[in-house]
């Protein structure tokens, strides 16, 4: 078995393995397109799949199950010496450097607040509760929950400030 494994290897130069049913019917997806471009149609996804009486998901399954995997190094562009990268391609709005920065800094800030603070500051915009909300919760009046908010926004500027 693992000689095996070490032939189909070295025979397939992948290093991820796709089964032999997945391969099977992305050839027929492929033989289909074929044809369907023979007959001067247009190949897409929902046709092919008709073509072969299976769900449009199998077809985009089995052609990406054989697509030759792509390095996030890989060059996209070169000119006079500047590389531009597949992964200068991708951004994430919810999960780039600027927002984890933002994240980790907004937690030490945190962690610099009292106990009550933090407290209000999570029921005031985590659960969005209204400042009478939380001062009948905590038991202190709204005036109270009030400046301890302020002064704890003030506290947490500073100090993201002072680290910057």
Do not use: C
Not at 51 to 62: D, I
Not at 69 to 75: A, E, G
Not at 83 to 103: A, F, G, S
């Amino acid at each position: 078995m693992i000689l095996g494994e070490i032939k189909r290897y070295l025979r397939d130069g992948n290093s991820l393995r796709v089964s032999r049913s997945i391969r099977d019917t992305a050839y027929k997806v492929l033989k289909t397109r074929e044809k369907l471009e023979e007959e001067d149609k247009e190949a897409t996804i929902e046709k092919i799949a008709e073509a072969m009486q299976v769900q449009q998901k199998e077809v985009v399954y089995a052609l990406d199950a054989i697509s030759d995997p792509v390095s996030l190094f890989d060059p996209v562009y070169n000119k006079a010496g500047d590389t531009l990268m597949l992964m200068d391609q991708i951004y994430d709005e919810k999960n780039n450097d600027e927002v984890w920065t933002e994240h980790a800094a907004l937690s030490e800030a945190m962690g610099h607040l009292g106990e009550r603070e933090r407290k209000i500051l999570f029921l005031r915009y985590y659960e969005g509760k209204t400042q009478t909300e939380i001062s009948e919760e905590v038991g202190i009046s709204q005036a109270q929950v009030s400046r301890l908010e302020k002064n704890a926004i003030s506290a947490i500027r500073s100090d993201i400030a002072y680290d910057s």
